[in-house]
């Protein structure tokens, strides 16, 4: 879907999937997508992602043409929605791996990337978006509280190892 000229969001694709390991692979530099190596647990961590309807992985393209086709991957996020018996039953979005290509940052990508996001979960009838950032990333915390996004829990996380 087209969000503004030049730009277009859409659910990932398989193509995508070096691009977007690239923007997960560094916060701080622009990878090559063609350096990225795709493992088997990466194909299938995404094949599960695509085939289910509870999940989403969006990309967020520039330079698209006027059918919002082409384009370089500059941003991705993934979505999660949850059912859940609070709130009256609806269900929740979880946003994860929030990225935005290091030197495209600053000019309102991620704003638009969120925007865009938030806007999918309130058309699906979610009461909520929520999601977690690591402590040390001061400048997405501050980005997220303008977004609207509120510090209202304290998060914990278990690493497991494999067996």
Same mark, same amino acid.
């Given at each position: 879907?087209?969000?503004?000229? /030049? @730009?277009? @969001?859409?659910?990932?694709?398989?193509?995508?999937?070096?691009?977007? @390991?690239?923007?997960?692979?560094?916060?701080?530099?622009?990878?090559?997508?063609?350096?990225?190596?795709?493992?088997?647990?990466?194909? &299938?961590?995404?094949?599960? *992602?695509?085939?289910?309807?509870?999940?989403?992985?969006?990309?967020?393209?520039?330079?698209?043409?006027? $059918?919002?086709?082409?384009? +370089?991957?500059?941003?991705?996020?993934?979505?999660?929605? *949850?059912?859940?018996?609070?709130? /009256?039953?609806?269900?929740?979005?979880?946003?994860?791996?929030?990225?935005?290509?290091?030197?495209?940052?600053?000019? /309102?990508?991620? $704003?638009?990337?969120?925007?865009?996001?938030?806007?999918?979960?309130?058309? &699906? /009838?979610?009461?909520?978006?929520?999601? +977690?950032?690591?402590?040390?990333?001061?400048?997405?915390?501050?980005?997220?509280?303008?977004?609207?996004?509120?510090?209202?829990?304290?998060?914990?996380? @278990?690493?497991?190892?494999? &067996?």
């Amino acid at each position: 879907m087209s969000v503004v000229p /030049g @730009l277009a @969001l859409r659910p990932a694709t398989r193509a995508d999937l070096p691009a977007v @390991l690239a923007l997960l692979a560094d916060e701080d530099d622009v990878v090559d997508p063609a350096t990225v190596m795709v493992t088997r647990a990466h194909e &299938r961590a995404f094949a599960a *992602i695509d085939a289910d309807p509870r999940n989403e992985m969006l990309v967020l393209l520039e330079e698209v043409d006027d $059918r919002g086709e082409g384009g +370089t991957v500059v941003g991705c996020l993934q979505a999660t929605y *949850i059912p859940g018996l609070g709130k /009256g039953g609806a269900e929740r979005a979880l946003i994860e791996a929030v990225r935005i290509r290091a030197d495209r940052r600053g000019g /309102g990508l991620g $704003r638009t990337l969120m925007e865009h996001a938030i806007e999918r979960a309130h058309a &699906r /009838g979610c009461a909520l978006v929520q999601l +977690t950032s690591d402590k040390r990333r001061e400048d997405a915390h501050r980005f997220y509280t303008g977004l609207g996004f509120a510090r209202s829990h304290e998060g914990f996380k @278990l690493v497991l190892q494999a &067996r």
